[in-house]
């Protein structure tokens, strides 16, 4: 299999990963700023508007949340859409085929079903952060 280089990251990994260090999810965002995270506006806005949620305050302050998504987001190449794709059963996950396909992602990493039922898409793996992780992992001696 190719090594996984581009990646598009769902916005439920991504606060998965700021409000639980250390997680599945964190580990997949390691291993994918070894390559290149592809973000679009649309992810963009997705991502500060959930992390604003008050039910992440038990889990993390409202401004280690903010920074921890600026340092996210700086770490993005921005894709620009020309063409919306509507492909997914849960329209609002379409943003995230747009990137990848946009973007020349070589996967999606997300937890999302509606979105993980169509792997492959036109050639972009879409997978768990678990999986992902599995991939191209030469066990360590």
Not at 64 to 93: H, K, W, Y
Not at 118 to 127: A, E, N, T
Not at 128 to 141: V, W
Request: charged share 30%.
């Amino acid at each position: 299999m190719n090594q996984i280089k581009r990646v598009v990251l769902d916005t439920n990994v991504v606060v998965s990963a700021i409000v639980f260090p250390g997680s599945v999810p964190a580990n997949a965002i390691l291993k994918a700023r070894t390559g290149v995270i592809l973000a679009s506006e649309a992810m963009r806005r997705e991502l500060i508007e959930v992390l604003e949620r008050v039910r992440f305050d038990r889990y993390a302050a409202r401004d280690m949340r903010q920074r921890a998504a600026a340092e996210f987001i700086r770490g993005t190449i921005e894709v620009l859409i020309s063409n919306p794709i509507r492909a997914c059963r849960d329209p609002r996950d379409d943003k995230f085929l747009e990137a990848a396909i946009h973007g020349r992602a070589d996967a999606i990493i997300t937890g999302d079903l509606d979105l993980l039922a169509l792997d492959p898409f036109h050639g972009v793996r879409i997978l768990t952060p678990a999986a992902y992780l599995e991939l191209d992992c030469p066990e360590l001696d």
